[in-house]
């Protein structure tokens, strides 16, 4: 799939915004955790640290991958096969939440954000997304 360089730019631009306020993973995370049981479920025995740098680094392989980055591809397998049934169980519905909650969360720490932005994250995300989803039942 291709993606459009105004997109990704306007993807990029955001991220970098947002990866600067210190706030942006902790809020995040916040929100989602409290979003529903099965989440809280979860997320109760995690580091929560080490859950935030992982996102992190999972933002941008996201974006490397819509650009058919080979390292990025092999970086969402491995994420694939850790949350897919027969290993953490992340069930796909809970990735709808994921994309709501992290939307909400982009609108409230990026200054700019406007229909452009939204549209952007939404798109980048769902790649990765649905390629989680894809690996569910691997």
Known sequence: MKFDELLMDTFNE???RCQTDPHFLTLFYKKF???NPEVQEKFSNTDM?????????????IM??????DAAEAYLDRVAKRHSK???DIRPELYDLWLET???TVKEIDSIFNDDVENAWRTVMTFGID???SKYDD
């Open 131 to 133: 390629y989680m989803k």
């Open 64 to 69: 490397l991958a819509t650009r058919n980055n």
């Open 14 to 16: 955001s991220l970098e």
């Open 102 to 104: 992290l939307i909400e």
């Open 86 to 88: 027969s290993a953490l």
């Open 33 to 35: 955790v409290i979003s």
């Open 49 to 61: 640290e080490y859950q935030k740098m992982m996102l992190h680094a999972s933002l941008y392989m």
